[in-house]
């Protein structure tokens, strides 16, 4: 059984930065697809970036692309999600997915694994 615990998250001011870690285990975390949703209330869920089992390919958001930046160390089975100059309407709860065939997706429905989230709170 796949495990995905997602950490990093917290409360910042407008303009600050995070980084959330997404640890994997109990699977084969090298060969799996990677994504980053968040739900911010009342909202549906939304897909921010993603990357491939090898990290040679990735994908953002209009809203996140040059201030976020998804990457992934295979060694430790972790994923990170660098999110710079972050606005109040950030503020969501932040989760981490695996998908099994190691491609990239925009669709949450394409993947296999979630993990529990962390939030993040950016005040204005």
């Known amino acids: 059984q796949v495990q995905l615990v997602e950490s990093g998250g917290g409360l910042v001011q407008a303009g600050g930065s995070l980084r959330l870690s997404c640890a994997a285990s109990?699977?084969?975390?090298?060969?799996?697809?990677m994504g980053w949703f968040r739900r911010a209330p009342g909202k549906e869920r939304e897909f921010i970036a993603t990357?491939?089992?090898?990290?040679?390919?990735?994908y953002y958001a209009d809203s996140v692309k040059g201030r976020f930046t998804i990457s992934r160390d295979n060694a430790k089975n972790t994923v990170y999600l660098q999110m710079n100059s972050l606005k109040p309407e950030d503020t969501a709860v932040y989760y981490c997915?695996?998908?099994?065939?190691?491609?990239?997706?925009?669709?949450?429905?394409?993947?296999?694994?979630w993990g529990q989230g962390t939030q993040v709170t950016v005040s204005s």
């Open positions: 997915a695996a998908a099994r065939d190691g491609s990239t997706w925009f669709n949450p429905r394409n993947y296999n694994y």
């Open positions: 990357i491939n089992w090898s990290g040679g390919s990735t």
């Open positions: 109990g699977g084969t975390f090298s060969s799996y697809g």
